[in-house]
């Protein structure tokens, strides 16, 4: 059974920074595309970064500069760190596993992580 479990969400002000774990268990993960997609109260779940199994990396246009996506394959975890956030980077944020490396479809995720809660004030 895959399990993603997301850990570090958390309430920062606005300027702050965050990091987010992805810990991946129940298969390798290392040739896959991990992304991390969030979705705000009321809103469609968007796509935020990928890394692919290459290591190839991918960002929304609203991240861009102020996120990145990394992995530690030894410990099958994903990370994103998250700086220079704003109220509008508010969402739960969740992780998932694209065996069909796709990237960024919603449609296409195999497995998801139940999510982790990122409050950003003003």
């Known amino acids: 059974q895959v399990q993603l479990v997301e850990s570090g969400g958390g309430l920062v002000q606005a300027g702050g920074s965050l990091t987010l774990s992805c810990a991946a268990s129940?298969?390798?993960?290392?040739?896959?595309?991990m992304e991390w997609f969030r979705q705000a109260p009321g809103k469609e779940r968007d796509f935020v970064a990928a890394?692919?199994?290459?290591?190839?990396?991918y960002y929304a246009d609203s991240v861009k500069g102020r996120f990145t996506i990394s992995r530690d394959n030894a410990k099958n975890t994903v990370y994103l760190q998250m700086s220079s956030l704003s109220p509008e980077d508010t969402a739960v944020y969740y992780c998932?596993?694209?065996?069909?490396?796709?990237?960024?479809?919603?449609?296409?995720?195999?497995?998801w992580g139940q999510g982790t809660q990122v409050t950003v004030s003003s």
């Open positions: 998932a596993i694209d065996y069909g490396r796709n990237v960024g479809k919603v449609m296409t995720v195999d497995y």
């Open positions: 129940g298969r390798t993960f290392s040739m896959y595309t």
């Open positions: 890394i692919s199994g290459s290591d190839k990396l």
